[in-house]
């Protein structure tokens, strides 16, 4: 089963993550329904993308599906990772994505979200950037997203606490556009689409991709790039790595050492 629902009415296509059973985890069945939902859609000359949940959701995404990555010796967040797919199609997409937010977010899914172009959230939304409890060595482009969202400080916080951001807090720093009370959510997100979709597409389109390449023009030495994958490569080949990844499977909390 795809795990996703998806429409088209009006140029405004809404995607639904439907696996409460998963609590719409990542997998690469899920992301690969959500990329073939956006391919529709671009065929269809979409001019507006809503992404969201199940209505009422109390966790919008767990993030991605740690049972699918590796347990060590091996990126487990590569170029051709489901996740990395999903991120690149929704920045490439040629018309703007709303995500709406009910529930809480987490790792890979926060990242996601970050990457589209407009949050709506409820008051009990709540985002989690959690690669330090699993003892997981985030990528370079996976950082950037998370840099193009908010301040320094602010990734700072979500990277090295883990802990949950709530939406008004994320909404103060400007990484979420707007908090809504869920009983308006829908109505204020598709009132927002709608917006968007009367307006010109091929401006918008043209505008989003300006933007993309701007926020990616961070100049890096072949040197620096080197040293990054290199430091990444010490924590996945580390003990701590393939402690969390089976704590998180055993269901208990992990042991990390440092090593």
């Given at each position: 089963?795809?795990?996703?629902?998806?429409?088209?009415?009006?140029?405004?296509?809404?995607?639904?993550?439907?696996?409460?059973?998963?609590?719409?985890?990542?997998?690469?069945?899920?992301?690969?329904?959500?990329?073939?939902?956006?391919?529709?859609?671009?065929?269809?000359?979409?001019?507006?993308?809503?992404?969201?949940?199940?209505?009422?959701?109390?966790?919008?995404?767990?993030?991605?599906?740690?049972?699918?990555?590796?347990?060590?010796?091996?990126?487990?967040?590569?170029?051709?990772?489901?996740?990395?797919?999903?991120?690149?199609?929704?920045?490439?997409?040629?018309?703007?994505?709303?995500?709406?937010?009910?529930?809480?977010?987490?790792?890979?899914?926060?990242?996601?979200?970050?990457?589209?172009?407009?949050?709506?959230?409820?008051?009990?939304?709540?985002?989690?950037?959690?690669?330090?409890?699993?003892?997981?060595p985030y990528n370079v482009s996976g950082m950037l997203t998370f840099l193009n969202a908010g301040s320094l400080r602010a990734v700072k916080e979500l990277a090295f606490t883990a802990r949950p951001m709530g939406a008004a807090r994320a909404e103060q720093l400007g990484i979420v556009n707007y908090v809504v009370p869920a009983d308006e959510i829908e109505a204020f997100t598709a009132e927002l689409a709608g917006g968007i979709a009367a307006l010109a597409p091929l401006s918008i389109a043209v505008m989003k991709e300006?933007?993309?390449?701007?926020?990616?023009?961070?100049?890096?030495?072949?040197?620096?790039?080197?040293?990054?994958?290199?430091?990444?490569?010490?924590?996945?080949?580390?003990?701590?790595?393939?402690?969390?990844?089976?704590?998180?499977?055993?269901?208990?909390?992990?042991?990390?050492?440092?090593?």
């Amino acid at each position: 089963m795809d795990h996703v629902r998806d429409t088209l009415q009006a140029g405004v296509g809404t995607i639904t993550l439907d696996h409460p059973e998963r609590r719409n985890a990542l997998s690469a069945d899920l992301v690969g329904a959500v990329i073939a939902a956006l391919e529709r859609f671009e065929a269809a000359k979409a001019r507006v993308v809503i992404l969201r949940a199940q209505q009422g959701a109390r966790v919008w995404s767990a993030g991605h599906d740690v049972g699918e990555l590796p347990e060590s010796r091996r990126d487990p967040l590569g170029w051709d990772d489901p996740l990395r797919h999903l991120v690149r199609r929704i920045e490439l997409f040629p018309a703007p994505v709303i995500a709406m937010i009910e529930g809480t977010v987490w790792g890979g899914a926060t990242e996601t979200v970050f990457a589209c172009d407009l949050i709506v959230a409820t008051p009990d939304a709540s985002f989690a950037v959690t690669p330090a409890k699993l003892g997981v060595p985030y990528n370079v482009s996976g950082m950037l997203t998370f840099l193009n969202a908010g301040s320094l400080r602010a990734v700072k916080e979500l990277a090295f606490t883990a802990r949950p951001m709530g939406a008004a807090r994320a909404e103060q720093l400007g990484i979420v556009n707007y908090v809504v009370p869920a009983d308006e959510i829908e109505a204020f997100t598709a009132e927002l689409a709608g917006g968007i979709a009367a307006l010109a597409p091929l401006s918008i389109a043209v505008m989003k991709e300006q933007l993309r390449i701007l926020a990616g023009a961070h100049p890096m030495s072949p040197q620096g790039f080197e040293r990054i994958q290199g430091l990444r490569r010490v924590v996945y080949d580390s003990h701590d790595y393939r402690e969390g990844i089976r704590a998180f499977k055993e269901k208990r909390a992990p042991q990390f050492r440092g090593e």
